[in-house]
């Protein structure tokens, strides 16, 4: 029987493994840089010598890291602690001594840690995880005594439970998820139950339900591959072109227009206006020469580029300009752009 059972469980563990790789994107996976902390209680069933299984209460938290990812799939790492207790009656009909009683009840503290891998299908992540833990336990007769062998510390009440695990994660919000899973727990002992009888150890299948609070973890809500937390432009329609800001790469051949130098305004923002186009400031120099190196600078990357002749006080200034646009948000938009895309190329 249980063998039957670690095959159907690992067959449910790994067929998300299995699905076909065409579902994956470039958009981040929802639990991609994410530290998650996760509070879940639920059942417990045991699996030992005694005929009859009783459900009784575990309860779990867990500490969990994912490492980055713009795939389907997310590798992390999870650090695992909690308690409950293991219930059974009815004990089999094998002659034991000293005389094993009618039912038992064993509490149990783990702590442990392991690996888990998430994969997204649509709104649902779901899960599969592998963890070892070292565990203590209690045998008695749920009334606070302990059980005969337990007592007379016939054998050592550690042991190392290895756990495989299976659920999924609906997320809810950024930052928030609703779980549930079932894991099966194979122990190095036979005494859980405080009787030992059989070739096999005892087990236990636990099932959890919860939420988690994810911290840390990588948005990219418009899909460019900017982060929102450093996406200067949150909002970029999908497949459009950007820069490291996450903003539009802005088309550089841009109209050759007449502009009135004589009209000349500034404005803000290092940007200027005759009345009806807008150009921007990209540096201002003494001498003719250096405004005219950085022109050409200007041009040779694809932008529209005028020198003006300023008078500030009693001296001449060159300013080296960049436009023409049509309106002041335009300018300004194009003004922040050329400076993160270009600003190493003109120095």
């Not at 998300?16 to 509070?39: D, E, K, M, R, W």
């Not at 795939?71 to 219930?87: Q, V, Y």
């Not at 929102?228 to 329609?237: A, E, G, K």
């Not at 186009?277 to 694809?302: H, M, R, V, W, Y």
Request: glycine letters at 10%; aromatic letters at 14%; a negative charge.
């Amino acid at each position: 029987m249980k063998n039957i059972l670690i095959t159907c469980f690992f067959l449910f563990i790994f067929n998300p493994i299995i699905i076909p790789q065409s579902l994956s994107s470039t958009s981040y996976h929802p639990l991609s840089n994410a530290f998650g902390i996760t509070v879940e209680v639920g059942g417990s069933i045991p699996k030992t010598d005694y005929k009859i299984d009783e459900l009784d209460i575990i309860s779990r938290l867990l500490l969990e890291y994912y490492f980055p990812s713009r795939s389907i799939h997310a590798f992390g790492l999870r650090l695992i602690g909690g308690g409950g207790f293991l219930s059974g009656k009815v004990f089999s009909n094998e002659i034991v001594y000293p005389p094993a009683p009618n039912n038992f009840r064993t509490g149990l503290l783990f702590l442990g840690g392991g690996f888990v891998y998430a994969i997204r299908l649509g709104t649902g992540v779901p899960y599969a995880s592998a963890t070892m833990a070292y565990t203590t336990f209690d045998p008695g007769d749920g009334s606070g005594n302990q059980l005969p062998n337990n007592q007379f510390s016939i054998y050592s009440k550690n042991t190392i439970t290895y756990s495989g695990e299976a659920g999924v994660r609906f997320p809810f919000s950024d930052i928030w998820s609703l779980n549930i899973g079932v894991n099966i727990n194979f122990s190095n002992t036979d005494y859980l139950d405080d009787i030992k009888t059989g070739n096999n150890n005892d087990a236990f299948i636990g099932f959890f339900t919860g939420v988690s609070l994810y911290l840390g973890k990588n948005l990219d809500k418009d899909n460019d591959g900017v982060d929102d937390d450093i996406d200067l432009c949150p909002d970029t329609p999908e497949g459009t072109e950007v820069d490291e800001f996450g903003c539009s790469v802005i088309e550089t051949a841009l109209e050759v227009v007449t502009y009135d130098s004589s009209k000349d305004n500034f404005i803000s923002n290092g940007i200027f206006t005759d009345g009806t186009s807008f150009c921007f400031q990209a540096d201002i120099f003494k001498d003719i020469n250096e405004a005219e190196n950085l022109q050409k600078k200007i041009i040779s990357i694809g932008y529209n580029s005028d020198i003006f002749k300023m008078q500030i006080g009693s001296s001449d200034w060159y300013s080296v300009r960049v436009g023409y646009f049509t309106s002041y948000e335009e300018a300004q938009v194009h003004r922040e752009n050329f400076f993160r895309q270009n600003r190493s190329k003109l120095k």
